[in-house]
């Protein structure tokens, strides 16, 4: 063929822009519904719709706030909503863990998760976690079988110094990894002075879930597992270090993300929130 020719018929076709779904996709952000437990209980399916309309695909939660399972189930299915993961409390896994495993089943999760160890005040000791590391091994077994994973979200009193490092690290080493793993609420590692992005990259693949929150520059941390609500802040805009989390946290292991804001401005800020977050490379 001529090449002047060849080159004349080139140039005559339109360019082309690369199809949309040779784009990267974007990360899948969920959220964790007690963001907006002041919300729901007043309308339920209105709350749904407006969580839908963040573009948000992707729930943890509990209960399904007095509805019927079949008709929040619907509300869920009109909404394009999943749950991903659910919570239960420590003493229902020390006690039934299999009738934990058949509500998470019914709900649809694939995640269990447990927030909180009970201990007396603020006097979290090798005691209480050994006392953890029995239930969440014997429970998290259980939930296997049934074909969940069970999560212990720490809340920052687990950094207690034990021998070289922390009862945390006791409590890592003792959860047997097939039976029990971790979510990582980046507030809640950074109020109590520890590092989100250290941690990730000491324990690979043992944080499978994460909760993202931010705090307000200037806030006080404690090793106590409690804080002001309203130091909750718009996500990229606190101390936490958001970004820099974000740039590891999959490699790490991480496979599911919830946007949790505690604060009374959560139906404002989650959005902008969700905005950042995909802003990011």
């Not at 189930?73 to 896994?93: I, M, P, R």
């Not at 039976?179 to 250290?198: C, L, R, S, T």
């Amino acid at each position: 063929m001529n090449y002047f020719l060849l080159l004349a018929l080139l140039l005559s076709q339109p360019w082309q822009n690369p199809a949309p779904e040779n784009l990267p996709p974007k990360r899948e952000i969920g959220l964790q519904l007690y963001s907006l437990r002041d919300q729901i209980p007043k309308d339920v399916a209105g709350t749904l719709r407006n969580v839908s309309s963040w573009g948000i695909h992707e729930l943890e939660m509990s209960g399904t706030y007095g509805l019927p399972l079949a008709d929040f189930q619907t509300l869920l299915q009109q909404n394009n909503l999943k749950v991903v993961s659910t919570g239960a409390d420590f003493s229902e896994l020390a006690k039934d863990p299999q009738a934990v495993a058949d509500q998470a089943k019914a709900l649809g999760a694939k995640y269990v998760v447990c927030f909180w160890i009970p201990h007396k005040g603020d006097s979290f000791t090798l005691k209480d976690t050994r006392k953890a590391v029995k239930v969440f091994n014997a429970a998290g077994k259980v939930l296997k079988e049934n074909g969940l994973s069970l999560c212990y979200h720490p809340h920052g009193y687990e950094f207690r110094p034990h021998t070289n490092g922390t009862l945390f690290d006791y409590l890592m080493a003792q959860c047997d990894p097939q039976y029990i793993n971790f979510e990582m609420d980046v507030f809640w590692i950074k109020h109590p002075g520890q590092d989100p992005v250290a941690l990730l990259k000491k324990y690979p693949n043992r944080f499978l879930l994460m909760h993202l929150k931010d705090r307000k520059p200037g806030t006080q941390g404690n090793p106590n597992g409690h804080a002001d609500v309203e130091s909750n802040v718009v996500l990229g805009t606190g101390d936490v270090g958001i970004a820099a989390i974000m740039e590891v946290a999959e490699a790490a292991g991480v496979r599911h993300f919830f946007i949790e804001d505690e604060s009374s401005r959560s139906v404002e800020q989650i959005p902008q929130s969700l905005a950042f977050l995909h802003s990011l490379k």
